[in-house]
């Protein structure tokens, strides 16, 4: 089943712009990450967000988390045209014990145009 | 680094064939997951282990098994290749929350 939702599916922007994506969910988590996938590669972890945290920053991204309205959203200040690839929030929640899953979203296509 | 490996970047196999995808990490992590990936679908669950020898089902294990005999090694296994098994399969293992993917392996199943 899917949990995170990303928004939108695709977009487009000149080198040097700031891109936002969006993230919503469904049921409560114990964190929420945020996944780059270049062409054809594997998925690159980017960040971690816990449950109890609002914002994270890591060089370029800032990640924000809204656990009352069960959402994230991922910012890249300044891109680059090598920031060109998909980018995919993934859900962690309890699945069973102490085991945890994560549940990922169908991703977001960023283009970044030089 | 972590470093998760997969047995084959391209397969290509005719339906009814048995087929192995086998998955490597270097990082003694105890959990590991096999997902596949297709368009307009995103990622989705097979199967994923926590311990050697112990598996769970994820959300589309049908068609498929898994072997986890050693910590570091995770086998997906598809007993009879159907066509709609063409994908691209990721392996991951886990630690401290975040997945660490291999580079994937491109199935064709003919």
């Known amino acids: 089943s899917q949990q995170g939702e990303e928004d939108p599916q695709a977009l487009s922007i000149q080198e040097g712009e700031n891109a936002t994506m969006n993230c919503s969910y469904k049921?409560?988590?114990?964190?929420l990450q945020w996944y780059r996938q270049n062409s054809g590669r594997g998925l690159v972890h980017l960040i971690l967000?816990?449950?109890?945290?609002r914002e994270k920053h890591s060089g370029r991204l800032r990640v924000t988390l809204d656990t009352s309205k069960k959402s994230s959203s991922l910012l890249i200040t300044a891109s680059r045209a090598a920031d060109t690839a998909s980018y995919f929030c993934a859900t962690d929640a309890r699945s069973g014990g102490s085991n945890y899953k994560l549940t990922f979203g169908k991703g977001t296509l960023l283009t970044v145009n030089p | 680094d972590v470093k998760v490996t997969q047995s084959s970047r391209y397969l290509v196999k005719r339906t009814g064939e048995k087929v192995f995808l086998e998955c490597v990490q270097d990082?003694?992590?105890?959990?590991m997951f096999w997902y596949r990936q297709d368009p307009g679908l995103g990622l989705r669950l097979i199967y994923f282990?926590?311990?050697?020898?112990?598996?769970e089902k994820g959300d589309i294990p049908e068609g498929y098994s898994v072997s986890r005999e050693k910590k570091e090694r995770f086998s997906l296994i598809l007993e009879s290749a159907s066509t709609n098994q063409t994908s691209m399969y990721l392996c991951?293992?886990?630690?401290?929350?975040?997945?660490?993917f291999g580079p994937g392996t491109r199935l064709l199943v003919l």
């Open positions: 990082m003694d992590h105890e959990n």
């Open positions: 991951a293992s886990r630690e401290l929350g975040a997945q660490y």
């Open positions: 282990s926590y311990d050697v020898k112990m598996k």
């Open positions: 049921t409560s988590i114990n964190n």
């Open positions: 967000i816990r449950s109890n945290e």
